[in-house]
Nanobody, 127 residues
Framework: QVQLVESGGGLVQAGGSLRLSCAAS????????MGWFRQAPGKEREFAAG???????????SYADSVKGRFTISRDNAKNTVYLQMNRLTPEDTAVYYC?????????????????WGQGTQVTVSS
């Protein structure tokens, strides 16, 4: 089992930045794919960013078009933590952000490929 705990959410003005963290514990592995998803009120959960191992210390990243160029996903395997740096935030980014992990993820954009999920952290962007 893997436990995921997100932190770093909060209230920020449009144009501001936040950095989310996701701390993993339990049977974690640096080979796990990690993803960030978000769910806005009244909407379905959607992919935001993901990172997948490519062998050794190589990791591939992917982003939703809506966040590309503004969000950056990164990981610190020594700390078992994945981050989501979010810049130039807009009210449309308001959502609960969830961290996910999986050992057999092929497509990091697909939520059903992940095995473990955190409880989520709220991000609210005011206009």
């Amino acid at each position: 089992q893997v436990q995921l705990v997100e932190s770093g959410g909060g209230l920020v003005q449009a144009g501001g930045s936040l950095r989310l963290s996701c701390a993993a514990s339990g049977r974690t592995s640096s080979s796990y794919s990690m993803g960030w998803f978000r769910q806005a009120p009244g909407k379905e959960r959607e992919f935001a960013a993901g990172t997948r191992g490519g062998g050794g210390s190589v990791y591939f990243t992917s982003y939703a078009d809506s966040v590309k160029g503004r969000f950056t996903i990164s990981r610190d395997n020594a700390k078992n933590t994945v981050y989501l740096q979010m810049n130039r935030l807009t009210p449309e980014d308001t959502a609960v952000y969830y961290c996910a992990a999986g050992g057999r993820v092929v497509d990091t954009t697909r939520s059903n490929e992940y095995d473990y999920w955190g409880q989520g952290t709220q991000v609210t962007v005011s206009s």
